[in-house]
C-alpha cells in the first residue's frame, strides 16, 4: 500500500491517564473523526532506573493496563503496548500499523508538566512533524494548569494561599465537567488486533507478592471525606482518601475526585489545590527538581552522615513516630501525609542531611510518587521551597507524637519493640539538634 491509500488513524497516547472513563484526551482522538486506537508505552528509560525488580508501581501500571485491555475488547478495539525506547517505539508502531493498513495520522495526550516529560514531549513534536503527523495535548491530570491561576501581573505564584485564593475565583465547571469519552468508543477501530502485551518478565520486572494488601481502592466514601477536616492528622485512623496512587496514573479522574470532594469537604479540596499548586510550581520553575526553589538555601553545609542516613531509611532513629512512618513506607509503600512531614523535618533539621536524599529514598519507594509534589513536600521540610516552613520551625517528633498518635497506636503497628529494651536510642538529642540545625541555616543564609 502505498502512503495516500494507507487508513489515517488517531492513536490515544496513555501517559498519566490510565482508564477509558472521564478521559479528555481519549475523548479529543475520538472526536478526531478516525478510527482511534489507545497505546501506552513501558518506558525503557524509565524502567531502567528502578533497582526493585518488583516494584509494585510497573505491576499496578501492568494491572490496569490489561484491566483496559479488556474494556476495549468489549467494544472492538484493541490496545497497544510496547516495552521500549519512547522514539524507537513509534517508529516501530509506525511500520506495524502500516504493515495492517493504516497510518498514523494524528496523536492525542494528556499534557505533562515534569521537565524531563516537556523534553520528550517536544523531541516528539519534532518527530511528529517530520512524519506529516498531527500532535494534539490537553489538560487531563490537573484542574487548573499553567498560567490559568497567576498574579495581576502574569506571574506564577510562589505561594500557596494567595494562588488557592485565586484558584479557587477562577474554576469554572468547564474545568470539572465530566468528559463523555466512555459513551462514544464506537470510534475505535474495530477487527484489528494489537500484540500481546509484553509481560511483566520480558521487560525484567515480577509480580509484587503483596500486591493486594499494598494497593488502595479507587473509591473514596463520602463518610472519609465529610470527616476528612478532623481525622486527616491521625495516622492511626483510617482518615484519608488514599487517592494519591490512583490520581498519580490516572486511574481515577482528578474532576472525578473534585466533583465528590466539593460537596463535603473544603479541607480535601484544598488538598487537591496543593496538587496542582505544585505542578505548576515545576512548570514555572523546572529547576527546581534538583536545586533549591531559593538558590540561598543551596549555600548549607549539609552533614551528609550515611550512617544517620541508614537509620532513618531503616526506621532506628530512636524517635517512634519518625520510626514508624519509615517502616510503613518500606512494608507498604504509603505513609501517612502528616508523618511524612515529621520525617521529612527530621531529615533535613535534625540530621542536616540534604533533601535530595531524602527526596530520592521516596522516589524509589511511595507508591504514589509524584516528582512535583515529591520535590515540593521536600523542600517545603527544607526550608527551601517557594511556600516553605521557616527554617527556624524544626518539628519535635515527641511533640508531635503526642499530639497526633498520644496512645501509640500508630507506632505499635510498625514498631513493635517500642517500650522495650531492644528500642535503639535516640540518634540525636532533639534540643541540641533543633539549635544546630538552626544556627546552621542562619550562618548560610547570612547575606554575603
Keep these: 500500500m502505498t502512503h495516500e491509500t494507507l487508513q489515517p488513524t488517531a492513536i490515544h497516547w496513555m501517559r498519566?491517564?490510565?482508564?477509558?472513563?472521564?478521559?479528555?484526551?481519549?475523548?479529543?482522538?475520538?472526536?478526531?473523526?478516525?478510527?482511534?486506537?489507545?497505546?501506552?508505552?513501558?518506558?525503557?528509560?524509565?524502567?531502567?532506573?528502578?533497582?526493585?525488580?518488583?516494584?509494585?508501581?510497573?505491576?499496578?501500571?501492568?494491572?490496569?493496563?490489561?484491566?483496559?485491555?479488556?474494556?476495549?475488547?468489549?467494544?472492538?478495539?484493541?490496545?497497544?503496548?510496547?516495552?521500549?525506547?519512547?522514539?524507537?517505539?513509534?517508529g516501530e508502531w509506525q511500520s506495524q500499523l502500516a504493515d495492517s493498513g493504516y497510518r498514523i495520522a494524528q496523536v492525542h495526550i494528556g499534557r505533562d508538566y515534569e521537565p524531563e516529560a516537556q523534553k520528550r514531549d517536544q523531541r516528539m513534536l519534532d518527530w511528529f512533524s517530520k512524519e506529516g503527523i498531527m500532535f494534539r495535548s490537553v489538560k487531563e491530570n490537573v484542574l487548573l494548569e499553567k498560567s490559568e491561576v497567576v498574579k495581576k501581573d502574569g506571574l506564577p505564584y510562589t505561594v500557596f494561599t494567595p494562588y488557592s485564593n485565586q484558584w479557587k475565583s477562577v474554576i469554572q465547571a468547564d474545568d470539572f465537567a465530566k468528559s463523555p469519552s466512555l459513551e462514544n468508543l464506537d470510534a475505535l477501530i474495530e477487527g484489528w488486533v494489537a500484540p500481546k502485551i509484553p509481560s511483566l518478565e520480558d521487560m525484567g520486572f515480577e509480580a509484587a507478592a503483596d500486591f493486594d494488601e499494598c494497593i488502595p481502592p479507587r473509591n473514596v466514601s463520602s463518610d472519609v471525606l465529610q470527616k476528612y477536616g478532623m481525622q486527616r492528622d491521625f495516622p492511626a485512623i483510617d482518615g484519608t482518601s488514599r487517592l494519591s496512587l490512583h490520581l498519580r496514573f490516572g486511574t481515577v479522574s482528578i474532576r472525578a475526585a473534585y466533583r465528590q470532594g466539593i460537596q463535603v469537604s473544603e479541607k480535601w479540596i484544598n488538598e487537591l489545590i496543593w496538587r496542582d499548586f505544585y505542578q505548576c510550581v515545576m512548570f514555572h520553575f523546572p529547576h527546581s527538581e534538583k536545586s533549591a526553589f531559593r538558590p540561598a538555601y543551596d549555600r548549607i553545609p549539609w552533614s551528609n552522615n550515611e550512617d544517620h542516613f541508614h537509620a532513618w531509611?531503616?526506621?532506628?532513629?530512636?524517635?517512634?513516630?519518625?520510626?514508624?512512618?519509615?517502616?510503613?513506607?518500606?512494608?507498604?509503600?504509603?505513609?501517612?501525609?502528616?508523618?511524612?512531614?515529621?520525617?521529612?523535618?527530621?531529615?533535613?533539621?535534625?540530621?542536616?542531611?540534604?533533601?535530595?536524599?531524602?527526596?530520592?529514598?521516596?522516589?524509589?519507594?511511595?507508591?504514589?510518587?509524584?516528582?512535583?509534589s515529591n520535590v515540593g513536600g521536600w523542600q517545603w521540610a527544607a526550608g527551601s521551597g517557594c511556600d516553605a516552613a521557616p527554617y527556624f520551625r524544626v518539628f519535635n517528633p515527641t511533640a508531635q507524637q503526642a499530639k497526633f498518635d498520644g496512645q501509640a497506636q500508630y507506632i505499635r503497628k510498625w514498631v513493635p519493640e517500642f517500650g522495650t529494651s531492644t528500642y535503639p536510642n535516640p540518634i540525636v538529642d532533639h534540643p541540641t539538634a533543633r539549635i544546630l540545625a538552626i544556627e546552621t541555616y542562619k550562618a548560610a543564609l547570612k547575606p554575603e
Design 16 to 90: 498519566r491517564d490510565l482508564r477509558l472513563e472521564d478521559n479528555r484526551a481519549l475523548q479529543a482522538a475520538l472526536k478526531s473523526g478516525l478510527p482511534v486506537i489507545c497505546a501506552f508505552i513501558f518506558d525503557r528509560e524509565i524502567l531502567d532506573r528502578l533497582n526493585n525488580r518488583a516494584d509494585r508501581r510497573v505491576d499496578f501500571i501492568h494491572r490496569e493496563l490489561q484491566r483496559i485491555s479488556k474494556e476495549l475488547k468489549k467494544h472492538g478495539g484493541s490496545l497497544l503496548v510496547s516495552h521500549g525506547c519512547v522514539d524507537e517505539v513509534w
Design 313 to 372: 531509611c531503616e526506621g532506628k532513629t530512636g524517635y517512634p513516630l519518625v520510626d514508624a512512618g519509615m517502616r510503613e513506607l518500606m512494608s507498604t509503600g504509603f505513609m501517612h501525609n502528616r508523618v511524612r512531614m515529621v520525617v521529612a523535618s527530621f531529615l533535613c533539621k535534625h540530621l542536616l542531611l540534604d533533601w535530595r536524599w531524602g527526596e530520592r529514598h521516596f522516589a524509589a519507594h511511595l507508591l504514589d510518587f509524584d516528582l512535583a
